[in-house]
Every structure is written in structure tokens, then in C-alpha cells.
């Protein structure tokens, strides 16, 4: 979809990437690394004074106490770190339960260990956890439950109500979650809560997140991985044959970024809630069925009031119609008449952006 923007000029709201950079002391920090000879490999398990930074961030903002030598590791985004996650955890025949709709590379790497994916589906309009269909579920051979909250592409935050379904769940029947967080530090309206913060979780969950988005570095890839030490080292083994190690200036840089003031997190996430509301109002204006997010930085509308029934065409049609890029739901599904009619809009973009991008689309209307 960001070739097809790149193609036709439209105004990408598709791929989840911010428009402007991150804290210019952050990229300052990047030049400062790369000037001052930080670039040769950088430990396996990520450089020293960034693990002790991811360590002290869950303690600031989640009340974790992780040791940064044994229980953090630094992998090549959060995408990294799931695929490592699942060669460390997932054997072939294993059932690993995802939710429906799934960040794509799930599925992917789920398919190549030889895993068999379960979803368990969040439906429109409100997009809740149906506790009842996890329980269901799991079977004999379930190892994982793969989680994300904030979750792309719906914008769903799980309830504490939910949060302690899935971990009675994996307690129940001694699961391994994966819990990609890439989303913490944008929720509007609750804060965020780690499922390794809750009752004999911490011991069974490995938690992943990223300097892309809280950051708006995504092209950077450091992400990491904390959780107990034998789900980390075995996370490592996977590592060290996938990258071996990541990139090593930018990873100083993050280092300094997680160290950053409680105010840059907080306009951070008042920043992008103000987006959320501009394009959410917009959409609603134009006539679109909005699901406003709690969380992440898209929105989900359903296109059937403006007369479509199919995201994936409405999609492709879209940059000729009316010069914007959105992506399908439909990507993200097994249940594909599930997400169907259901398109997903970033606003982690300049406001003037998402003003040009909604007078195109005041052509649909
Ligand atoms: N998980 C989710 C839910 C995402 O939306 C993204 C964003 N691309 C990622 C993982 C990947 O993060 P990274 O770019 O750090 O690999
Ligand atoms: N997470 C972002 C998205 O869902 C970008 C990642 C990607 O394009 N694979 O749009």
C-alpha cells in the first residue's frame, strides 16, 4: 500500500509510520554514537546501558523488576522478537493462539515453525475479547498465546476483565504468552497494564515492544523482549542464528530515548489522541461507521454507509477515487467476512495531512 501511495501520490494512511521524526536529543544521541566509534557488533544480547534502560522503564512505568543482564534482550524491532519467540517456544504441530484480527507476521511466522495458529476473533463494533471462544480455544496441544495490546489493526485495549481471562487461561494450562506492546504508550483513555504484571504471569510471559513507535523511529528496528531468564535465553539461541546481534549506534540512542521525561511520554500519547478525534470526526463527517480506538494509531471504519462492501476493493480504488491510501482488514483475518467491509486509517501523521487526506475523501460522500 506505501508503493502503491508512492506510485500514485496519494496521501498515505496505510502503513503505520509517523511523518515527522522523533526527540531531536534522541537522534542527536544516534550522530553522537556513530561519531564516537559505537559501530561494530554490539552484544548478543544488546548493549549494556540499553538493557539496563528497558529494565528501568517496566520498573517506572509497570512496577516490573527485571535484571537487565538475564531478563532483557535487545532484538531487531518487535518483529524480530516474535519470530525469535516462536522458533524459541513453538514445535511443530504446536497450537499457538493468536487474536483475530492479527498483526500480520503472527500468522507468517507461525506457519514457518510449523505451527498451527487458533484465532480467537474481535468483532465490530466494540471489538471485546470473546473470553468464552479463548477458553474454547485450547486444546491438548497449545502452547502460546500470542497477545497485543494495543492491538492493531482494531485499536482495541484489553480490559482488566480480559487481561485476567487470558492469564486464568494460561495459568489454567501452563501457556507461554507473547505479549507485543508495541502500542504502551499510546492509550487515551486507561493506561496501559503488562499481562506480566498480573498474578503468575511474569513467570510465563515474555513482553516485546519497540523504540519505533513510542519514538517514532521505525525505520531504527530496536525492539527487545523482557521475561523470565529461560524464555530470554532461549529467545537468544533463536537470535543469535536469525541476526546474531542489532544494529549497535542506534542502540545507545533508545537508550536515551526510554530515559526521557514522564512529559514527553504524556504529550506524546495527548498528542496522538487529538489526531485520533480530528480524523475520526472527519471520517464520521464524510459518512464512514467509525470504531474510535482507545489505543495505537488507527482508526477502523466500516464503509458500508457509503455504499462499499469490500475493503480490499475499496482499498485498491481508493488512490484514483479519491488520492488516499488505507488498508483492508481483510489482510488481517482467517474469518475474512469478518473484516470484510472494515478499513483501517493511520493518523500518526501531521495534522495538515490528515486535513488534505479528508477533503479527498469528501468526494465518497
Ligand atoms: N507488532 C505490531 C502490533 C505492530 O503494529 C508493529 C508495527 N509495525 C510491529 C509489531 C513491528 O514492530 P517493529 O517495527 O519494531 O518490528
Ligand atoms: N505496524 C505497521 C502497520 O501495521 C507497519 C508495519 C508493516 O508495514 N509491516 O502498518
Known amino acids: 500500500m506505501s508503493a502503491l501511495a508512492q506510485r500514485t501520490g496519494a496521501v498515505n494512511l496505510g502503513q503505520g509510520f509517523p511523518d515527522t521524526d522523533g526527540p531531536h536529543e534522541v537522534l ?16 548478543g544480547a544488546g548493549v549494556p546501558e540499553l538493557r539496563r534502560a528497558i529494565a528501568a522503564h517496566q520498573h517506572r512505568f509497570y512496577g516490573m523488576e527485571l535484571d537487565p543482564e538475564t531478563e532483557v534482550a535487545v532484538t531487531t524491532g518487535a518483529t524480530e522478537a516474535i519470530a525469535a519467540a516462536m522458533l524459541a517456544f513453538v514445535e511443530a504441530g504446536d497450537e499457538v493462539i493468536v487474536l483475530e484480527p492479527y498483526y ?16 480467537v476473533t474481535l468483532r465490530a463494533p466494540d471489538f471485546r475479547l470473546p473470553v468464552d471462544e479463548l477458553r474454547a480455544a485450547v486444546g491438548p496441544r497449545t502452547t502460546t498465546i500470542v497477545l497485543n495490546s494495543p492491538h492493531n489493526p482494531t485499536g482495541a485495549v484489553l ?10 487461561v494460561a495459568r489454567e494450562h501452563d501457556l507461554v504468552v507473547v ?49 523470565p531468564a529461560p524464555l530470554i535465553e532461549s529467545l537468544l539461541k533463536a537470535k543469535q542464528f536469525m541476526t546474531f546481534t542489532s544494529g549497535a549506534p542506534l542502540q545507545p540512542a533508545i537508550a536515551e530515548a526510554l530515559m526521557l521525561g514522564d512529559d ?25 461507521d467509525v470504531f474510535v480506538p482507545d489505543g495505537t494509531y488507527f482508526a477502523t471504519t466500516d464503509i458500508r454507509p457509503l455504499g462499499f462492501d469490500d475493503g480490499l476493493e475499496f482499498c485498491r480504488s481508493l488512490p484514483e477515487r479519491a488520492g488516499v491510501v488505507a488498508v483492508p482488514h481483510q489482510a488481517f483475518y482467517d474469518d475474512v467476512e469478518a473484516g ?20 479527498r475523501l469528501s468526494v465518497l460522500s
Not at 503472527?106 to 487458533?118: E, K, P
Not at 487481561?163 to 486464568?168: F, H, N, P, R, S
Not at 501523521?349 to 479528508?358: H, N, S, T, W, Y
Open 28 to 43: 542527536e544521541a544516534a550522530v553522537h554514537a556513530l561519531r564516537s566509534g559505537r559501530n561494530q557488533y554490539a552484544p
Open 104 to 119: 500480520d507476521s503472527y500468522v507468517a511466522v507461525i506457519q514457518m515453525v510449523g505451527g498451527v495458529r487458533r484465532p
Open 159 to 168: 480490559r482488566a476483565e480480559e487481561l485476567e481471562a487470558v492469564a486464568q
Open 179 to 227: 505479549s507485543d506492546e508495541v502500542y504502551e504508550h499510546l492509550t487515551f483513555d486507561v493506561p496501559h497494564v503488562p499481562i506480566a504484571t498480573l498474578p503468575g504471569m511474569a513467570e510465563r510471559t515474555l513482553t516485546v515492544s519497540s523504540g519505533g513507535k513510542t519514538f517514532s523511529f521505525t525505520g531504527w528496528k530496536v525492539g527487545w523482549a523482557c521475561g
Open 264 to 288: 514527553f511520554f504524556a504529550e506524546f500519547s495527548a498528542g496522538m489522541r487529538a489526531r485520533r478525534d480530528q480524523l475520526c470526526t472527519g471520517l464520521a463527517e464524510i459518512g464512514f
Open 340 to 359: 470484510r467491509p472494515l478499513v483501517r486509517w493511520a493518523f500518526c501523521k501531521r495534522p495538515e495531512v490528515i486535513d488534505e487526506a479528508l477533503w
